[in-house]
């Protein structure tokens, strides 16, 4: 490999010496004091796929960084890591990827895919050759030693520098990258948080833009950040310094089975040396994870959320206000970002069902508010205080929406259909099927017409989602 590509020139490390130690030993000695430091990784059943690491100098966020690289498994073995980086020098329209030789750092040689960069130039109008964006660029190379402590350098890099900040080329480059985003393959998103606020603005401003991008949608992270632009936060330059680079990684994840963990917080206010408190620089360490695909809920889980969820009712028909929301006590899919639907039986009659998918709220807050929504479904006559002795309660977890191409993707009883054009929207859970036995053309002519408002045969020029349910009562 090192001799075939002789030829080439390597992109020598540029910033050794200055965002992180510059001789092997001293480098090697600062991630051994780095490493465990920080966060150790979190116990988790699902599949690292994607990292979100920031890219100052290691004295400031070299620990948030760690944190993010020891999310990554021990003995853990990839084909490849595609690192996405913005650039701060260059405006261009869409990513360049690196095909010129291999990447250096002091801690040795890191072999670029040069053939598949060269495909991905060929392939991809967005994927461009621009190797000067990288010459200078740190956001990318500080990840570099990092990745080399975590894997040594049995791993081929796949080096990006986006140079746009238009969200669709950053959808196209999303596209461009999706054949990739798999097991077999890490992805390092590099980027730095609020720029400048003081210490308490950041901390805030900060927290909110993890939520967003841990919500897992692209428009609501772009929300986000234009409203921190619009609130005239003292000294705040920017959010998200390389906002391109993680809306490119919602654009991968927005229509899957993935969920975002938030890892490690700290600003450059907290460094022992240098932490000046009135203007600081934020970091965050996330981590992306490929969800199983079957959903799996402990008898313990179904439990308590059956019980929170009766408590919810109980309180709101008894006094007339929601209560608060009851944290959950369990670290298990209770906390996960999902969406579920409540449903009301009084004497076995269905007397309200509510719910909503995926979006910000965890399930335990999901069906808490659901539930009470549930119990002022304006469908049905008004539940009594008399009756919720005999109240029974079902409630369904769903797994993501998946977006089909065709209804022979749709297994009935599986299954549940929504339906989505412009603002009119329709959903029918997986039983709906098997309660009316409805055939295939009845359950998506009865959703588009009854649900989504768009009449018998509106599915047809509809987007169509499918989702599965685990369902339960009690």
Sequence with gaps: MK??????????????????????????SELEHL?????????????????????????????????????????????????????????FNGGAVYNAGNYETPLGEIDVDIRLANQLIRSSKVIVEKNEAHELEHSLEVQLPLLQYKLGNKFMLIPI????H?????????????PFFNQENLFVFSTDFSHY????????????????????????????????????????????????????????????NFLYEKIEYKNSGDAE????????????????????????ITDEEKSELLEKARTAINHFIKTGEKAKTVPSGSTGILNEIAGAFVSIYINNELRGCIGGF???????EMVQSMAVSAACDIRFE?????????????????????????????????????????????????????????????????CSRDKAGLGWEGWKTAELFTYEAAIFKG
């Design 273 to 296: 040396i240098y932490g000046d408190k009135n203007q600081v620089v934020g970091y965050w360490a996330l981590a992306c994870y490929k969800k199983n695909e079957e959903l799996y």
């Design 382 to 446: 008004n539940l009594q205080e008399k009756e919720l002795n005999n109240m029974q309660l079902e409630i369904s977890v769903l797994t993501p929406l998946k977006k089909i191409k065709s209804i022979d993707e749709i297994e009935l009883g599986k299954h549940g259909i929504y339906i989505k054009k412009g603002l009119n929207t329709g959903t029918f859970l997986p039983q709906v099927a098997k309660k009316t036995d409805w055939d295939l053309e009845k359950f998506l002519g009865h």
């Design 197 to 256: 606020p003081a210490y308490a603005d950041a901390n805030k401003i900060d927290f909110l833009t993890a939520q967003a991008i841990c919500g897992n949608n692209p428009k609501e992270l772009l929300t986000i950040l234009d409203k921190h632009k619009t609130q005239n936060i003292t000294n705040l330059s920017t959010p998200l310094c390389s906002w391109p680079s993680v809306l490119t990684l919602l654009y991968l994840t927005e229509s899957q």
């Design 3 to 28: 001799n075939r590509l002789q030829k080439y020139k390597n992109r020598e490390a540029a910033v050794a010496g200055r965002f992180y130690p510059g001789t092997k030993q001293k480098l090697r």
């Design 358 to 364: 995926a979006r910000t709220k965890t399930l335990n």
């Design 161 to 164: 520098i986006i140079g746009t």
């Design 35 to 91: 490493f465990p430091a920080a966060k150790k990784r979190k116990d988790t059943p699902y599949q690292l796929q994607a990292l979100v690491s920031p890219h100052a100098g290691y004295i400031f966020s070299g620990e948030v960084a760690a944190s993010a690289f020891n999310q990554i498994p021990e003995n853990s073995s990839y084909k490849r890591v595609f690192i996405i980086a913005s650039s701060h020098r260059y405006h």
């Design 166 to 178: 238009d969200p669709d080329v950053c959808k196209h480059l999303a596209s461009a990258l999706e």
